[in-house]
């Protein structure tokens, strides 16, 4: 997905994953009142699927479109604090690059 960083377009696209039962689990938990919910991860993941064939022509397992795959475990306050870090470090990596070009 891009993002404006000073007037320039970055691109940081992430694939979190996790089992399909702790998907489930952690939509029972947002949506207690829910009545049949076990569809709807699979129902995400065929809009994900179709989005990026549309938007990329791609398959939306396809590695080479993401910065970063990651698994969410059971702990996404730990994946939020390695995906910043991963951003922040990408974003330092390309304004170092920026300023070597720009030299």
Known sequence: MPY???????????F???PFQDRV???????????SIEHQPRTTDEERAKYI???F???WRDTHLYNL??????DEDKTARVTLYAMS???QKQSTALAIHTK
């Open 4 to 14: 404006f960083d000073g007037g320039w377009v970055q691109k940081w696209a992430q």
């Open 16 to 18: 979190v994953y996790a």
């Open 25 to 35: 689990r952690r939509l029972r938990a947002r949506m207690p009142t829910a009545i």
């Open 53 to 55: 064939h549309q938007r």
């Open 57 to 59: 022509g791609s398959n």
């Open 69 to 74: 795959m990651l698994s969410s475990d059971e």
């Open 89 to 91: 470090e990408a974003e």
